[in-house]
Nanobody, 115 residues
Framework: QVQLVESGGGLVQAGGSLRLSCEAS????????MGWYRQAPGKQREWVAT???????VYADSVKGRFTISRDSAKNTMYLQMNSLKPEDTAVYYC?????????WGQGTQVTVSS
């Protein structure tokens, strides 16, 4: 079993920054891929960024150049640094991992960007 807990969401003005954290516990290893997704009101959940099992960093076009995903394996924590935030980044952000073929999700953290 793996548990994921997100934190760091909040209200920020357009152009501002936030850093989200996702703390993992349970049987998760540094080679297991982890990622961020988001879901805006009335929309489907969409992929944001991933750290692959080989530690490659991959981003959706909508956040490339503004968001940075990182991982501290010693702390079992993944981060999403979000800069130059836009109102369209408003969503609930979820962290995700796949461990031995099983997908796990956190409970989500709300990010609201005001114009």
């Amino acid at each position: 079993q793996v548990q994921l807990v997100e934190s760091g969401g909040g209200l920020v003005q357009a152009g501002g920054s936030l850093r989200l954290s996702c703390e993992a516990s349970g049987r998760i290893f540094s080679i297991d891929p982890m990622g961020w997704y988001r879901q805006a009101p009335g929309k489907q959940r969409e992929w944001v960024a991933t750290i692959t099992s080989s530690s490659s960093l991959v981003y959706a076009d909508s956040v490339k150049g503004r968001f940075t995903i990182s991982r501290d394996s010693a702390k079992n924590t993944m981060y999403l640094q979000m800069n130059s935030l836009k109102p369209e980044d408003t969503a609930v952000y979820y962290c995700n991992t796949v461990v031995r073929g099983v997908m796990y999700w956190g409970q989500g953290t709300q990010v609201t960007v005001s114009s």
